[in-house]
């Protein structure tokens, strides 16, 4: 029997429409979840996978409820405070101490934000055969004008859907063969042999899913969101509304680690049963893994790869951005948030238009991606410590918080996250 049309066009706008909700109720933690996913974090996954296989997966189970403890309380600071992170950050630390903390912030996204629009101008070439430095110049500008020109309330719904780019990642599991028994022994009895370079994997995994820039984007993006709704902190707001946000900061957040870190599991997974058991272990950008991936998993697997590294540098960049723009103009007291005008926060808009400026330019330079990229590690790990520290330290206070300080688990599972980045620190810096 032929199905009837109207009632399929019906069922297709009751999809849509379920779908539209379900990413209305989801917002700062989703995108930063999604965000994490990045090109450059792509390269760090595609690496961990085509190096030691099924063996690092792991990593992503381990680092997902410290994650997911981490971004919950950037987020109750953010809401709690109706200030971002830098301006709280002023409350536990001395102004030139967060200053510095912006700083490196900046150079440390400048370089990440080179390294991702550089990735997605390689994964065009490898798609359409030329272009790459055009294309790196295009996506930069496209970017670029989106973030200064569109309103916040307009910009942050192209960047939920750009967040459903990261299922090209699962999708390519359906054109490889999966040994899934390997893989749950794997993650549960991975072989470990301690090697200085497994040691560097496992704290380049740790500190690609745990970066600085998205505690500050997801505290600044819950107030960008309070204020664009009208909406008083919860030190201010009734306990039913404090409670119903609270809880919608928890779904959001968990929702938003779960699609990142499950994301990243799959990207592991995809070079481990492919270019590690072929031998292929030496990949070193996110276009090396895709171009790897044609003649072991397929032209689709290839294809799914390559269209991913590019739509999730599209989503990355503005939040690399952004974070550091926040950042610095908070920790000076200037107006910030991609809801106002560039006329009125000139620092902030300044800071977003520098990186992603001088990210674009360095394309030019001599200079090694890699060596870069490993840099960015250094100082993301370097300054991962203290504001972890600052920020457990703030969620505690009742000056600042209130009645919605950090609970037992956000606690134990925030420190937990700091001592797990200084001992990354720590390591990285003995076998380096």
Request: aromatic share 10%; net charge positive; proline share 4%.
């Amino acid at each position: 029997m032929t199905p009837d049309t109207g009632e399929l066009g019906r069922s297709a706008v009751r999809a849509k429409r379920t779908l539209q909700i379900g990413l209305g109720r989801l917002g700062p933690g989703l995108i930063t979840g999604a965000a994490d996913d990045d090109p450059s974090g792509i390269a760090t996954y595609s690496q961990a996978g085509a190096r030691f296989g099924p063996n690092i997966l792991w990593t992503l189970v381990f680092t997902y409820p410290l994650m997911v403890a981490v971004q919950v309380i950037s987020a109750r600071i953010g809401r709690a405070t109706g200030k971002g992170l830098a301006a709280n950050l002023l409350e536990v630390l001395p102004q030139p101490a967060v200053v510095a903390l912006a700083i490196l912030l900046f150079v440390a996204n400048t370089i990440n934000i080179g390294a991702d629009v550089a990735a997605m101008g390689a994964a065009a070439q490898l798609l359409v055969g030329w272009g790459a430095v055009s294309f790196t110049i295009a996506a930069a500008a496209i970017s670029l004008l989106l973030q200064v020109f569109v309103p916040y309330h307009r910009y942050v719904h192209y960047l939920k859907w750009c967040t459903l780019v990261l299922f090209a990642y699962v999708g390519v599991i359906f054109s490889v063969h999966i040994d899934w028994a390997d893989v749950a022994t794997r993650v549960v009895m991975p072989k470990i042999d301690f090697s200085a370079e497994w040691i560097t994997v496992v704290v380049a995994v740790f500190g690609t899913t745990i970066s600085p820039y998205l505690f500050f984007w997801q505290t600044s993006e819950e107030v960008e969101d309070m204020e664009l709704n009208h909406q008083r902190d919860l030190k201010h707001t009734n306990r039913t509304a404090a409670r119903r946000e609270l809880r919608r900061m928890a779904v959001d957040t968990f929702t938003g680690m779960a699609i990142s870190n499950v994301i990243a599991f799959f990207i592991i997974l995809t070079t481990a049963v492919t270019l590690y058991r072929a031998g292929n272990t030496e990949i070193q950008t996110s276009a090396q893994a895709a171009e790897a991936l044609r003649p072991i998993a397929g032209q689709f697997a290839f294809l799914l790869f390559s269209l991913g590294i590019i739509g999730t540098g599209f989503l990355a960049a503005p939040v690399l951005a952004a974070s550091a723009g926040y950042a610095m103009a908070e920790a000076f007291g200037l107006p910030k948030g991609l809801e106002r005008k560039p006329a009125e926060a000139k620092t902030f808009y300044g800071v977003i238009i520098a990186a992603m400026v001088i990210a674009t330019g360095a394309i030019f330079l001599p200079l090694d991606p890699i060596k870069m990229l490993f840099w960015t590690a250094v100082i993301n790990g370097v300054i991962s410590v203290p504001i972890l520290g600052a920020m457990m330290v703030l969620a505690r206070r009742h000056g600042q918080m209130g009645a919605y300080v950090a609970n037992a688990w956000q606690r134990i599972l925030g420190w937990g996250a700091t001592i797990t980045m200084a001992l990354a620190v720590a390591a990285m810096f003995v076998f380096s």
